[in-house]
């Protein structure tokens, strides 16, 4: 399974935002910078994240973003749920477009769907705050100066 760009650049963000000192105001250009990532597409996932309730946003000259909840109460398994569009490891789990033959009588679907259960299973088991355990060498690479 590959999750799209989208939860990847998600989970990042809020990986830089529960490195961050009391949980500071950080600016989108600081993150855009330290991960190289398009202002733009960081603006659409940082709003998304906040309707989502994991960041609050401040406006302003002196504004930023900063994680609205602690690092253990965000779920990783959660997260990448609602910031993935859909599940559809292969064609036949989407009944819309399921044009295989083999649909009726195929054991695949099933095992697939077992394995999708487990690797979802296993992102549940964490939260942000398992994540960010190494904080000091995290805040290293995240550095402004590792960025330039």
């Known amino acids: 399974m590959k999750l799209t760009r989208f939860t990847d650049y998600s989970l990042r963000v809020l990986m830089f935002l529960a490195t961050r000192p009391d949980n500071q105001l950080v600016q ?3 993150i ?14 940082i709003y998304e994240l906040g309707k989502l309730g994991y960041v609050e946003t401040t406006r302003g000259r002196n504004g930023g973003l900063k ?8 779920n990783i398994g959660e997260v990448v749920r609602k910031t993935e569009e859909d599940f559809f490891v292969v064609e036949c789990f989407d009944p819309s477009t399921d044009s295989c033959i083999l649909t009726d009588a195929c054991r695949l679907q099933g095992v697939l769907k077992k394995a999708l259960d487990a690797f ?14 190494n904080k000091d060498n995290l805040q ?9």
């Open 28 to 30: 989108i250009k600081t």
């Open 32 to 45: 855009s910078s330290i991960y190289n990532i398009s202002h733009n597409h960081l603006m659409k996932i």
């Open 67 to 74: 994680l609205a909840k602690p690092p253990a109460e965000i």
């Open 120 to 133: 979802l299973a296993t992102l549940d088991a964490y939260t942000l705050g398992d994540m960010i355990i």
């Open 140 to 148: 290293k690479l995240m550095s402004s100066d590792a960025a330039e």
